[in-house]
Each structure stands twice: as structure tokens, then as C-alpha cells.
Nanobody, 118 residues
Framework: QVQLVESGGGLVQPGGSLRLSCAVS???????????MGWYRQAPGKQRELVAV???????NYADSVKGRFTISRDNAKNTVYLQMNSLKPEDTAVYFC?????????WGQGIQVTVSS
């Protein structure tokens, strides 16, 4: 069973920055390979939407609303994906979810709150 542990969320003022992290592990310790890693978000009353996704050897893909402000990266040795969020806006307020596609299938984190407010 793949486990995803998210960290780095919180409250930030408009124009500020946050860095989300998502560490991926396999609870039983069995081998697994991660192919794609991404971040999604869900604001109150709205559907979950893709924020950014990254696969090995492929350029990252971003939602239009975050292009130029957010950067996704991954550390394959640590099975960790990051989301650097700069120039945050109130409309970025949401619960952010980590998602990975691996040899174990698709797995989701529990979500982490990001609130952008003055």
C-alpha cells in the first residue's frame, strides 16, 4: 500500500510563498516504481482540479492559472514531489492533494490546507 505524506501548507498573505512537499513510501516495504507525480487542489464548493504534474523525462504540465507562479519538482531518490508556490493569490486558497501513479496504481494524499489571506 502506497502512503503519501504531505507537508508545508498553512496561512500566507497575498504575494507570499509556500512550498509543499509530498513524501511517497510503500508501507510493506515492497518494491514499487513511481511514474507520475502531481498536485491537485479543491476549493470550497468547487471540483478538484489539476495544478501541476511531472513525469520522468517529460516537461511539467501546469494549470493556466498557476503558470509562471508555481513550480513542480521531484526528487526520485527520495520519492518526493514538491510544489513551490510564489505570488500567491486569495484564489489559490484550497486543499491541496498529492497524487502519484506507480506500479501500485493511483494513490492520493489526505490533503493539506493552503489559505491565502490578509
Amino acid at each position: 500500500q502506497v502512503q503519501l505524506v504531505e507537508s508545508g501548507g498553512g496561512l500566507v498573505q497575498p504575494g507570499g510563498s509556500l512550498r509543499l512537499s509530498c513524501a511517497v513510501s510503500e508501507i510493506s516495504g515492497s518494491f514499487f516504481r513511481v511514474f507520475v507525480m502531481g498536485w491537485y487542489r479543491q476549493a470550497p464548493g468547487k471540483q478538484r482540479e489539476l495544478v501541476a504534474v511531472i513525469s520522468s523525462g517529460v516537461s511539467p504540465n501546469y494549470a493556466d492559472s498557476v503558470k509562471g507562479r508555481f513550480t513542480i519538482s521531484r526528487d526520485n531518490a527520495k520519492n518526493t514531489v514538491y510544489l513551490q508556490m510564489n505570488s500567491l493569490k486569495p484564489e489559490d486558497t484550497a486543499v491541496y492533494f498529492c497524487n502519484v501513479g506507480s506500479t501500485k496504481g493511483s494513490s492520493w494524499g489526505q490533503g493539506i490546507q493552503v489559505t491565502v489571506s490578509s
